[in-house]
Nanobody, 126 residues
Framework: QVQLVESGGGLVQPGGSLRLSCTAS????????MGWYRQVPGHQRALVAT???????NYADSVKGRFSISRDNAKHTVYLDMNTLKPEDTAVYYC????????????????????WGKGTLVTVSS
């Protein structure tokens, strides 16, 4: 079974920092683009940052210069370093993989697309 396991959310004061991690667990062969989206109640889920298999990042304008996304392909893990956090960064952050290959129970390589984690809450408040 394949899962996206997120960690690192929590409560932080304005101006503080947090690091989110997301690991694709299971018999993973490889992952393509990975990234983070966030959602606040009453709003649609919005892009925060993505990074492709060649480590090329893409950021939402609202986080450019404050957030940094990186990945470890060997560990099938993506990280989001969030600095100079603002109250408006408060949201549930969801890990995302656009497609990955994994070994199914019969040993065959199988694809998964548009795969999401369960989310981790980030609260920025004094």
């Amino acid at each position: 079974q394949v899962q996206l396991v997120e960690s690192g959310g929590g409560l932080v004061q304005p101006g503080g920092s947090l690091r989110l991690s997301c690991t694709a667990s299971g018999r993973i062969f490889n992952t393509n683009a990975m990234g983070w989206y966030r959602q606040v109640p009453g709003h649609q889920r919005a892009l925060v940052a993505t990074i492709n298999g060649h480590h090329i990042p893409n950021y939402a304008d609202s986080v450019k210069g404050r957030f940094s996304i990186s990945r470890d392909n060997a560990k099938h893990t993506v990280y989001l370093d969030m600095n100079t956090l603002k109250p408006e960064d408060t949201a549930v952050y969801y890990c995302y993989v656009d497609n990955l290959l994994y070994y199914a129970d019969d040993g065959r390589l199988s694809p998964l697309t548009d795969f999401w984690g369960k989310g981790t809450l980030v609260t920025v408040s004094s």
